[in-house]
C-alpha cells in the first residue's frame, strides 16, 4: 500500500509539475477545499477548526487577535501533517469567539527525507465567528441521527424562525465510518447548519464507531482525553459530552470481535468520576448519543451525572421526540431530542435557554409542530402549610 500511495503522489505532483510550468488551470481543478470548515467544541476551553481537501496537503487557520498575528497549524509531534485530506486545529476559544478566521490548505504532493513536492495554497473566504456576546436567550439547534438525510434535517430546520447561536449534532448522522469519505460526509452536514459560524458540538453516535475509521475519526478532534469526550462552556451553560459507544455488547457479532468499548467506556467513566463542574454555571446538560444511561459496559452513569449536578440529559438514537424519556430514572429529566423518524421522516429541535429555564420545540420535515416543553430548574419546592 505504502508503494501504490507513493507511485500515485509521485504521479500527482509530477502532473501537478508539468501543468504549472505550461500553465494550465489543472493545479486548480485537482486541490481544492472540499469541504468548508465548522468549528467543533473540543473541550479546555478549545476548539477545533476541521475541514477537508480533495488532495492532502496542510492546513493551517490565521486570525489576528488582541493585536497579534496568529497562524496555527495542524501539527502532530511537531510535524506539519501534510498526507491526510483532513485538517484540524485546535484554537483557543477565547481567541476566535466573536472574532474573524480564515483557514488555508497547500497541497503536498509527495514528502521526503529531504524533499518534498508542494503545489498550490487554496484559502478560505474571512469567516465571521460568533461565539457566546452576552445575549439574553440561547439557541441551541439539535440535530442527531441525520443518518444521511441531510435535506429532510434541513427541512424541519427551516421551520425555527430564530438564528441557532450553536449547534448539537448528537451522533449517528452518518451510518457507518468506514474511511475518511464517510467522516466528510460529517463536516458536510456540520457545515451546511452552522456555516462555520458558531459552534458545533458533536457526540459519536454507535453507527460511527462502524467501520475501520471510527477510530481515526475521534484523533481528528485532538481532545485532550484522547476519546472523544469532554466538557465545554457557552455562558451561563455548561455542557457534558459523552461518547456512549455501542448499543451491543463488544462480543456481539455485529463487530467481528474487534472493538473493546468495555474498556474505552471505563476509562472515560474514571475521567467522569473526576469531573467538578463550574459552581457558576446555570445549566449543566449532558449530551450524548444513547440516554440509557443505567448500564454502559456496565458502568452506571446515572449516580456520576447526579453527583456532577446534571440538570437534563439530551439523547438521541431512539428516533423520537420525548421530553421525559424513562421518568424517574435518574433524579434529572432525560430528552429524546428526535432525529430520523422511523416513518424515514425527521423531527429537529431547538433549546431556548433564558431565564433559568429551557424551552424546547420540535418540528418535523412536513413542516409539522412535533411539540413543546419547558424544563424549569432549582424550583422552591412548595412548602405545606398547617392546617
Ligand atoms: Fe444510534
Not at 469541504?35 to 490565521?62: Q, R
Request: charged letters at 25%; a negative charge; hydrophobic letters at 35%.
Amino acid at each position: 500500500m505504502y508503494v501504490v500511495n507513493m507511485v500515485f503522489n509521485v504521479i500527482v505532483s509530477a502532473i501537478i509539475v508539468i501543468q504549472s510550468a505550461l500553465g494550465l488551470p489543472l493545479n486548480t481543478l485537482l486541490f481544492r477545499i472540499d469541504n468548508e470548515a465548522s468549528v467543533f467544541e473540543s473541550g479546555d476551553d478549545m476548539y477545533t477548526v476541521i475541514w477537508s481537501t480533495s488532495l492532502p496537503g496542510t492546513g493551517y487557520v490565521t486570525y489576528t487577535y488582541d493585536g497579534e498575528d496568529y497562524t496555527l497549524f495542524d501539527e502532530e509531534n511537531a510535524a506539519i501533517r501534510s498526507e491526510d485530506t483532513i485538517h484540524s486545529v485546535r484554537i483557543p476559544k477565547a481567541h476566535l469567539d466573536n472574532n474573524t478566521y480564515t483557514y488555508h490548505s497547500q497541497y503536498v504532493g509527495t514528502r521526503r527525507a529531504y524533499v518534498a513536492v508542494k503545489g498550490r495554497t487554496v484559502s478560505s473566504k474571512a469567516v465571521d465567528f460568533k461565539g457566546y456576546s452576552g445575549q439574553e436567550k440561547i439557541n441551541a439547534l439539535v440535530i442527531s441521527d441525520i443518518h444521511e438525510n441531510p435535506d429532510n434535517a434541513a427541512k424541519a430546520v427551516s421551520c425555527f424562525d430564530v438564528e441557532p447561536d450553536l449547534i448539537i449534532m448528537n451522533g449517528d448522522e452518518v451510518s457507518f465510518m468506514t474511511a475518511a469519505y464517510k467522516f466528510k460526509q460529517v463536516l458536510n452536514y456540520a457545515h451546511r447548519f452552522s456555516n462555520g459560524t458558531v459552534p458545533v458540538i458533536y457526540t459519536r453516535g454507535n453507527h460511527e464507531n462502524r467501520g475501520e475509521y471510527g477510530s481515526e475519526s475521534v484523533r481528528i478532534f485532538k481532545t485532550t482525553t484522547g476519546g472523544h469526550y469532554f466538557t465545554c462552556r457557552y455562558g451561563p451553560i455548561q455542557f457534558v459530552c459523552l461518547d456512549s459507544g455501542e448499543d451491543k455488547s463488544d462480543s456481539d457479532w455485529t463487530y467481528s470481535g474487534l472493538v473493546d468499548y468495555t474498556t474505552y467506556v471505563a476509562e472515560e467513566t474514571e475521567w467522569m468520576k473526576s469531573l467538578t463542574l463550574d459552581e457558576d454555571a446555570q445549566y449543566k446538560i449532558c449530551v450524548v448519543h444513547i440516554p440509557n444511561i443505567k448500564n454502559r459496559y456496565v458502568n452506571n452513569w446515572v449516580d456520576i451525572l447526579s453527583d456532577m449536578g446534571i440538570d437534563l440529559l439530551v439523547g438521541g438514537h431512539k428516533h423520537r421526540l420525548n421530553f421525559d424519556f424513562r421518568p424517574g430514572e435518574a433524579p434529572f429529566k432525560i430528552m429524546l431530542d428526535g432525529g430520523k423518524t422511523n416513518s424515514d421522516g425527521y423531527i429537529a429541535t431547538m433549546m431556548t435557554f433564558a431565564d433559568g429555564q429551557i424551552y424546547v420545540a420540535g418540528y418535523d420535515n412536513e413542516k409539522n409542530f412535533r411539540g413543546e416543553y419547558t424544563y424549569t430548574f432549582n424550583e422552591e419546592e412548595p412548602v405545606e402549610e398547617d392546617g
